[in-house]
């Protein structure tokens, strides 16, 4: 976890997945639907993406190929949702 991500966290932002363009506005739009604020964030540095052993870190060659296409979605729900 990036330093990023662990303040993201600390502010309730539960981090879901890496995305480009059309399933990057198609799952805003989704989550969005469903009662959640979105946040998207870009790739971190270089060295903040695990590099190596695809099954264990996850595969980085996209997003090394072309970083600026992709954003981390992260999720949390809206304040006052489901408050009574």
Do not use: N
Request: aromatic fraction near 8%; hydrophobic fraction near 30%.
């Amino acid at each position: 976890m990036t330093e990023r991500e662990a303040i993201l966290k600390d502010q309730g932002w539960e981090k879901r997945f890496i995305a480009c363009e059309p399933r990057l506005s198609e799952a805003v739009e989704l989550y969005r639907s469903i009662g959640f604020d979105v946040l998207l964030e870009p790739l971190p540095g270089e060295k903040g993406l695990h590099k190596g052993d695809c099954s264990a870190t996850g595969c980085t060659a996209c997003f090394e190929a072309d970083r600026e296409r992709y954003r981390i979605i992260f999720t949390r729900a809206r304040k006052g949702e489901g408050q009574h």
